[in-house]
């Protein structure tokens, strides 16, 4: 089955400095890479996806980048304030490109991101 | 919030005892899924429906049954609780992307 890798486990950055989450996955067949925020007792957010068929993607001060050939993935925080602080996920599915599949995503274990003042 | 609640959201009970938690949607969704989350694990998928009275199992779905009678109500079934099932369970569905209900916080003593 997939297998997601994410690092780094816990990030410090300063606020107004961008972060950098990585991730990597195992199955070439995965076609389907969303990111999630997770705030402390809440549940996880979708916060942008990339299908596989996109190299970049961005959503005002996020941004995500896949690497079919590596099979890595990344998200990109510029301007980071403090509601950024949260832990995010990485996650991948074989399942969702045009909507077919039904078989779930598989995680990373997440990333502690903290926004120093 | 994609329409998505979840009951009991907390429970506390024994092993040994059954324990169904619920997961209810108001936009008509066909893919639902049953997801555990565990410090240092993320997020493990327990189960999943691809429509009324069709399931299958995910990456941790020994000790867990499902049920779907009806497209808006999926269940997850503890059939004798144990300490290791001590855990926050979500509840998603799957739209444009796939979003989760609030969670529902079971401590199993």
């Known amino acids: 089955g997939e297998n997601v890798e994410q690092h780094p486990s816990t990030l410090s950055v300063q606020e107004g400095d961008s972060a950098v989450i990585k991730c990597t996955y195992s199955?070439?067949?995965?076609?389907?890479f969303p990111w999630y925020k997770q705030e402390l007792g809440k549940r996880p957010q979708l916060i942008i996806d990339?299908?596989?068929?996109?190299g970049e993607k961005k959503d005002q001060r996020i941004a995500v980048t896949l690497n079919k050939t590596a099979k890595h993935f990344s998200l990109h925080i510029t301007e980071t304030q403090p509601e950024d602080s949260a832990v995010y996920f990485c996650?991948?599915?074989?399942?969702?490109?045009?909507?077919?599949?039904?078989?779930?995503?598989?995680f990373g274990k997440g990333t502690h991101l903290i926004i120093q003042p | 919030d994609a329409g998505i609640t979840q009951s009991p959201r907390h429970k506390v009970t024994e092993t040994g005892t059954p324990v169904t938690l619920r997961c209810h949607q108001t936009?008509?969704?066909?893919?639902m899924y049953w997801y555990r989350q565990d410090p240092g694990h993320g997020l493990r998928l327990i189960h999943y429906?691809?429509?009324?009275?069709?399931?299958d199992k995910g990456e941790v779905s020994d000790g867990y049954s499902v049920s779907r009678s009806k497209t808006e109500d999926f269940l997850l079934t503890l059939e004798s609780a144990t300490s290791s099932q001590t855990s926050v369970y979500f509840c998603?569905?799957?739209?444009?992307?796939?979003?989760f209900g609030p969670g529902t916080r079971l401590t199993v003593l």
């Open positions: 429906s691809y429509g009324v009275k069709d399931t």
């Open positions: 998603a569905i799957k739209g444009t992307g796939v979003y």
């Open positions: 996650a991948a599915s074989t399942g969702m490109y045009s909507g077919g599949g039904a078989d779930g995503l598989t």
């Open positions: 199955d070439s067949a995965s076609n389907y």
């Open positions: 936009e008509n969704h066909r893919y």
């Open positions: 990339i299908r596989s068929n996109v």
